[in-house]
């Protein structure tokens, strides 16, 4: 006698490798987890320490342009507002950069991570002395968005291996607007630093993927 399966057992199964993917994902993806610990611990202690730490260490357009503190490129991405504003940072890098650690490998991740911000960060403070507003900024943003840049290339690069049917490409450029969208439409947002990590993302990933001749199965983007 054959059994015929049901589409609901196979889409249950299909469910079932996904998360079990994306668990194995979260456990090996150790600097992206070092990274949001970071993150929050410095959060908990800047809610001790006040505005005089924040005030040391945030992005200065200014002091950076009159050649002082340029320690600050890399401390203001460790830096929140809020909650609300650590916590969005902090869920995009628990899921998308858990995918990229595990896809390009953790120092280039670490590279990407750092670089991206440093990009952003720089993009901001050439913007600010367009616009003659040098306004203090925070945040690990212009680091995400390199993330969600990386995402981009390795999508790109592995689109021929995804599932039929999927429509990752289309989420995911429905995402990377969206959020870019969102940053023009809200108030007290970078959006220099957002679009400064984005390409400096895209860019970084994609020599790493060249040089590294990378070759991405796609599995846990589906």
């Known amino acids: 006698m054959i059994l015929n399966r049901s589409e609901n057992d196979e889409e249950r199964e299909i469910t079932e490798a996904f998360w079990n993917k994306q668990i194995s994902i979260l456990k090996t993806s150790y600097i992206n987890t070092i990274i949001i610990i970071l993150n929050i611990v410095i959060f908990i202690y800047s809610l001790a320490a006040g505005n005089t730490f924040v005030a040391k260490y945030d992005h200065r357009s200014d002091l950076l342009v009159a050649g002082l503190d340029y320690y600050r490129i890399i401390t203001s991405m460790f830096l929140h507002s809020d909650l609300e504003h650590l916590f969005s940072n902090m869920l995009a890098l628990f899921f998308v950069g858990a995918n990229v650690e595990h896809d390009i490998g953790h120092i280039p991740y670490v590279i990407l991570y750092f670089l991206s911000g ?15 507003q040098f306004i203090p900024a925070i945040g690990a943003s212009g680091a995400v968005f390199g993330v969600v840049g990386a995402v981009v290339v390795i999508v790109f690069f592995g689109r021929k291996k995804l599932r039929k049917g999927s429509n990752l490409m289309l989420r995911l450029g429905l995402m990377i607007a969206l959020s870019v969208y969102s940053g023009f439409t809200a108030d007290n947002i970078d959006n220099a630093a957002h679009i400064g990590g984005l390409i400096g993302g895209i860019l970084i990933t994609l020599f790493i993927t060249i040089a590294g001749r990378k070759n991405y199965t796609m599995e846990e983007w589906l």
């Open 118 to 132: 440093i990009a952003g960060n720089l993009v901001s403070t050439y913007y600010d002395c367009l616009t003659g």
